[in-house]
């Protein structure tokens, strides 16, 4: 017997020592952590102040495509990596609609006589719904083409077929009829305005970010909850077998899922290319990336957690840089992300996965 013990046995102790080896791993960095952000703080608090203002506007943005990967794999159980891109196609579609088209000024042509101010939110939700529709558009014809084949087939096959259509965006963007691959100085539909606040500068494009994300986040939560399409979006992340015999249309329960998706990552493209104004073809990778570690840490397959995991996330990328070094903005995030898979791999908010036999 003792020969069939020790075997089995390995493995728990392994997954003890890597288990106790993560957790090490991660006090050493909190301390660390906790050590560089409060002298910083003491030294200035201001800034200090400042920088978590900063996070907050990048981690709302993270929230819109966060959500967008953690409801598709809730349903799916896909990693949905050309989500990044077409959060990319979003801001593109933004700089169209303001920069060729012209469509953010058709309610200061059509009425004249209101408030400067006005307008321009007009035209800016004008701009929000064009770029969420096409993304909404883009996001169901890929599930369509290229994940809707394959949805049987071991979850490798949807994996690797993810990252192709992932390059094939970013790459047939970056032709010289589609996209290019310059730098695109994106005009904002909203003039900025700054406020200083004890010697914090807030501005109205922050506002802005932080009203849409939350709006479109309790919206979300309201569809998925109250809902009839919201309650078959739960049925088939559930068990899509039963759902079926239950009457429900899995592959339009999908379809809608990813048009869902798609449409925040429209808008979370235009919010960021207001945000931080210059766009380019291959801008959704690093924000794409940073939100799918968003939404493991918040649990993948949570929307609520998505949004804490966003936050965190921006927080993270915002004063690391600030504090630690600029390059180490990026691995720091990327950081986060093995230490979650050593500790709590479900995230904070999520919840064991049961296979189905």
């Not at 728990?12 to 660390?32: E, M, N, P, Q, T």
């Not at 002298?39 to 993270?62: C, K, M, S």
């Not at 966060?66 to 990319?88: E, P, Q, S």
């Not at 207001?274 to 990778?285: D, N, T």
């Amino acid at each position: 017997m003792s020969a069939t013990t020790t075997p089995l046995s390995l493995p728990k102790k392994r997954l003890s020592i890597a288990y106790l080896a993560g957790r090490a791993i991660l006090v050493i960095l909190l301390l660390l952590a906790a050590w560089r952000l409060g002298t910083g703080f003491l030294e200035n608090p201001t800034l200090f102040a400042q920088q978590v203002v900063d996070g907050l506007r990048l981690g709302f943005i993270y929230a819109l495509i966060a959500l967008g990967y953690t409801m598709v794999y809730g349903i799916v159980r896909l990693i949905n990596f050309a989500h990044g891109d077409v959060f990319m196609v979003g801001a593109f579609i933004g700089l169209f609609c303001i920069k060729r088209w012209h469509l953010n000024q058709i309610p200061a042509n059509l009425f004249p006589s209101l408030p400067a101010g006005l307008t321009q939110i007009m035209g800016a939700l004008i701009v929000f719904l064009i770029s969420g529709l096409a993304c909404m558009f883009l996001a169901v014809a890929i599930e369509r083409i290229a994940y809707r084949p394959i949805r049987e087939a071991p979850r490798i096959n949807a994996l690797i077929t993810a990252i192709g259509v992932s390059f094939f965006l970013e790459y047939f963007g970056a032709l010289k009829f589609v996209f290019g691959t310059d730098y695109n100085v994106y005009e904002r539909p909203i003039d900025a305005i700054f406020w200083e606040i004890a010697g914090v500068r807030v501005s109205n494009i922050t506002l802005i970010i932080v009203v849409v994300s939350v709006l479109m986040l309790v919206g979300l939560q309201l569809f998925v909850r109250r809902s009839k399409t919201g309650k078959a979006m739960r049925a088939v992340a559930a068990d899509k077998p039963a759902a079926r015999l239950m009457g429900i249309n899995v592959d339009a329960t999908i379809s809608i899922t990813f048009a869902i998706g798609g449409f925040l990552a429209g808008i979370g493209g235009v919010l960021y290319a207001i945000a931080f104004p210059s766009v380019w073809v291959f801008m959704g990778i690093m924000p794409g990336l940073k939100a799918f570690v968003a939404a493991v840490l918040g649990g993948i397959g949570s929307i609520p957690g998505a949004f804490v995991g966003a936050l965190i996330m921006g927080q993270a990328e915002t004063l690391a840089a600030a504090y630690i070094s600029t390059p180490m903005r990026d691995a720091i995030a990327f950081a986060i992300l093995i230490i979650v898979l050593l500790i709590k791999p479900t995230g904070i908010l999520g919840e064991p996965e049961r296979e189905k036999a």
